[in-house]
């Protein structure tokens, strides 16, 4: 017996993911995944920050003592880390063939940072598009374009 295959399409808000079916002809949405915190900027994420940390000697003064990166940067990270969980709790408690992706480029990498060895076999097509909103058709389209079987409609 033949696994399933997903598509997942994602951004760094939101992450639908679906159920290719037919050989890909059609989706069947399965779940979607939201990160309410996605779009928020920075003074939105960290409130409670009251300035920049300078160096303790006060010697340079307006910069930063240690680098750290934007709350922006890892609320995506942490919602990257959510999804791929997803995948691998599917790709454990069922048969999975493959999964292809669309998501925004820099969300994809954060994505795929986060797929385990197992998870990253599995992988199909990627294409490097924020298209979340788009319609089923747009998708099938981008998947084809990638090269996903020629039995896509």
């Known amino acids: ?20 079916k037919e050989g890909a002809s059609s989706l069947e949405l399965v779940t979607t995944l939201s990160n309410d915190d996605g779009r928020a900027s920075d003074s939105d994420l960290v409130t409670d920050r009251p300035g920049a940390t300078h160096s303790p000697s006060g010697a340079v003064q307006g910069v930063d ?3 750290r990166k934007d709350a922006a940067e890892t609320e995506a990270e942490r919602f990257a880390h959510t999804v791929a969980e997803w995948l691998d709790d ?8 493959h999964i292809d992706i669309i998501a925004e480029p820099g969300f994809l990498g954060k994505l795929r940072n986060n797929f385990n060895k197992q998870l990253e076999k599995l992988v199909g097509y990627t294409v ?8 089923e058709a747009r998708w099938l389209e981008d998947i084809k374009s990638a090269g996903r079987g020629s039995n896509i409609v």
């Open 1 to 20: 017996m033949l696994g399933k295959s997903y598509l997942v399409v994602a951004n760094q808000n939101q992450a639908k993911i679906l159920l290719e």
């Open 65 to 67: 003592s240690m680098s």
């Open 90 to 97: 599917r790709r454990c408690s069922e048969k999975v063939e």
């Open 128 to 135: 490097n598009k924020d298209v979340v909103k788009a319609d």
